[in-house]
């Protein structure tokens, strides 16, 4: 069993920022094996992929739209993969769920997902 629990969202105006963090945790879980991700869902949509990275932290991917904004990272010490959130926008409005697999994915396709945070950007 695999246990992920974000933590980091809040309330910020647009053009700040916001770090996420996610503890992963298992009892034959090995998180440096493990692939990370990160996906959100606002309201009335459909839930979408944000950012990934690989086991070794060497690789990583984003969405179009938070390219450039957005920075994954992860410290396989610490167990944890954190999303850094820079120049939010209101549309960056969502849920964020942190998400664990083997092998990289940018689509959905996670085993393993957390509770959610919720980050909410104001205008």
């Known amino acids: 069993q695999v246990q992920l629990v974000e933590s980091g969202g809040g309330l910020v105006q647009a053009g700040g920022s916001l770090r996420l963090s996610c503890a992963a945790s298992g009892r034959t879980f090995s998180f440096s094996m493990y692939a990370m991700g990160w996906f959100r869902q606002a309201p009335g949509k459909e839930r979408e992929f944000v950012a990934a990275?690989?086991?070794?932290?060497?690789?990583?991917y984003y969405a179009d739209s938070v390219k450039g904004r957005f920075t994954i990272s992860r410290d396989n010490a610490k167990n944890t993969v954190d999303l850094q959130m820079n120049s939010l926008k209101p549309e960056d409005t969502a849920v964020y769920y942190c998400?664990?697999?083997?092998?990289?994915?940018?689509?959905?396709?996670?085993?393993?997902w957390g509770q959610g945070t919720q980050v909410t950007v104001s205008s």
């Open positions: 990275i690989n086991w070794s932290g060497e690789t990583t």
């Open positions: 998400t664990a697999r083997i092998a990289v994915r940018t689509t959905d396709d996670y085993p393993f």
